[in-house]
């Protein structure tokens, strides 16, 4: 699926699957769609709370409130409710999907549960979770798998960067030439051993598409290709005899090939955006973990600052390892989608406004 770039001040959004746009006119939030056809328009002010009520005559959907809600959440990380001035049948509504919560007479967006409404971030986002039936593999007892994505999974503006980040899923033909430059680069090639030509890397890639536990994805901003993410489920997973392994726990591993994209700035914008990811595909999985090595000493550093806990050492055949942790209750309960770092001044579409 292609987004449109941003046009001016327009914060680029997709809400289950549409490209959305959001911008600021004085007090006011207007969405659009793709065509630059204006679908609601939203008064904004400071009343002690944030409030947010929609024009008179304006159709209210579910979509329009969460991309109006989204474009103000990531301008304004310190911001954990908003006030939504609804009719009451309209409140009512959005109150049954968790959209809204009542507090007394009103009704209130909760960051912490905004940023877990997956139609925000996953564009082809089940409506309900994949049923459970126990199987078993290798020896493993686990819950059956949902097919491997395909496409588009992922997609979020970084207001730091004033770019679009986005996860799909690995095209074999036309990402082995760049898979192979990459895990060549020295730098990779350092923590991953995986050095070789194109047909090694094609057995690779294709034994990972094979394995109903791991998928494949490639990272980009605004479209240009820069890292490589395995995300694997914990059960199946090596990783599974170290800790009291849950059946929906998610884990996963990065490497990033272009060495353009290997700043801070854009290391906390995927540290943050790969955890969100694991957390929203799946409303189950309560914990996402890592197992970088023990001495990748800026890795670690980094996924500390990103909530990962150190949890302990242990020996991998090829590696020595840390074994890192994230809990959804932290990951959500702390804002931990915005970067717990100092990043300097960014652009901001809503200069005008108290965001």
Same mark, same amino acid.
């Given at each position: 699926?292609?987004?449109?770039?941003?046009?001016?001040?327009?914060? *680029?959004?997709?809400?289950?699957?549409?490209?959305?746009?959001?911008?600021?006119? $004085?007090?006011?939030?207007?969405?659009?769609?793709?065509?630059?056809?204006?679908?609601?328009?939203? !008064?904004?002010?400071?009343?002690?709370? =944030?409030?947010?009520?929609? %024009?008179?005559?304006?159709?209210?959907?579910?979509?329009?409130?969460?991309?109006?809600?989204?474009?103000?959440? /990531?301008?304004?990380? !310190?911001?954990?409710?908003?006030?939504? @001035?609804?009719?009451?049948?309209?409140?009512?509504?959005?109150?049954?999907?968790?959209?809204?919560?009542?507090?007394?007479?009103?009704?209130?967006? #909760?960051?912490?549960?905004?940023?877990?409404?997956?139609?925000?971030?996953?564009?082809?986002?089940?409506?309900?979770?994949?049923?459970?039936?126990?199987?078993?593999?290798?020896? %493993?007892?686990? *819950?059956?798998?949902?097919?491997?994505?395909?496409? #588009?999974?992922?997609?979020?503006?970084?207001?730091?960067?004033?770019?679009?980040?986005?996860?799909?899923?690995?095209?074999?033909?036309?990402?082995?030439? /760049?898979?192979?430059?990459?895990?060549?680069?020295?730098?990779?090639?350092?923590?991953?051993?995986?050095?070789?030509?194109? $047909?090694?890397?094609?057995?690779?890639?294709?034994?990972?598409?094979?394995?109903?536990?791991?998928?494949?994805?490639?990272?980009?901003?605004?479209?240009?290709?820069?890292?490589?993410?395995?995300?694997?489920?914990?059960?199946? +997973?090596?990783?599974?005899?170290?800790?009291?392994?849950?059946?929906?726990?998610?884990?996963?591993?990065?490497?990033?090939?272009?060495?353009?994209?290997?700043?801070?700035?854009?290391?906390? $914008? =995927?540290?943050?955006?790969?955890?969100?990811?694991?957390? #929203?595909? @799946?409303?189950?999985?309560?914990?996402?973990?890592?197992?970088?090595?023990?001495?990748?000493?800026?890795?670690?550093? +980094?996924?500390?600052?990103?909530?990962?806990?150190? #949890?302990?050492?242990?020996?991998?055949?090829?590696?020595?390892? /840390?074994?890192? /942790?994230?809990?959804?209750?932290?990951?959500?309960? !702390?804002?931990?989608? !915005?970067?717990?770092?100092?990043?300097?001044?960014?652009?901001?579409?809503?200069?005008?406004?108290?965001?």
């Amino acid at each position: 699926m292609n987004h449109p770039l941003p046009v001016g001040n327009a914060i *680029p959004l997709c809400v289950r699957g549409e490209a959305l746009f959001a911008s600021c006119h $004085a007090e006011q939030v207007s969405i659009s769609d793709a065509q630059g056809q204006e679908r609601s328009r939203w !008064q904004w002010r400071r009343d002690g709370d =944030w409030v947010i009520a929609p %024009r008179a005559g304006d159709h209210i959907s579910y979509e329009d409130l969460l991309a109006v809600l989204q474009s103000i959440l /990531m301008h304004a990380p !310190q911001v954990r409710r908003i006030v939504v @001035d609804l009719a009451p049948a309209d409140a009512l509504a959005m109150a049954r999907n968790g959209l809204l919560v009542p507090q007394g007479a009103r009704f209130v967006a #909760l960051a912490e549960l905004v940023w877990q409404h997956a139609g925000g971030w996953l564009p082809q986002a089940s409506a309900q979770a994949f049923p459970v039936q126990q199987v078993m593999s290798d020896g %493993r007892r686990h *819950p059956l798998r949902p097919p491997k994505p395909q496409g #588009l999974v992922y997609t979020r503006y970084i207001p730091w960067l004033g770019q679009r980040l986005t996860l799909r899923s690995l095209r074999l033909e036309e990402d082995l030439p /760049m898979f192979n430059r990459w895990m060549n680069d020295p730098v990779v090639a350092h923590f991953w051993d995986e050095t070789g030509d194109l $047909a090694r890397h094609r057995q690779y890639l294709e034994t990972i598409a094979a394995d109903p536990h791991m998928t494949s994805l490639i990272a980009s901003f605004d479209d240009q290709p820069f890292a490589y993410f395995e995300v694997y489920w914990a059960k199946e +997973n090596r990783i599974a005899p170290f800790y009291d392994c849950g059946d929906f726990d998610r884990g996963w591993h990065v490497l990033v090939g272009e060495e353009a994209f290997r700043g801070k700035q854009f290391a906390v $914008a =995927w540290l943050t955006t790969i955890s969100h990811y694991l957390l #929203l595909d @799946d409303c189950r999985t309560q914990v996402v973990v890592g197992e970088p090595r023990a001495d990748h000493e800026k890795q670690i550093r +980094n996924l500390d600052k990103s909530g990962y806990a150190k #949890l302990k050492e242990f020996d991998f055949p090829h590696k020595r390892a /840390m074994l890192v /942790m994230l809990s959804r209750e932290r990951y959500f309960g !702390q804002g931990l989608w !915005q970067p717990q770092t100092e990043l300097g001044a960014y652009a901001n579409p809503f200069s005008s406004s108290p965001l």
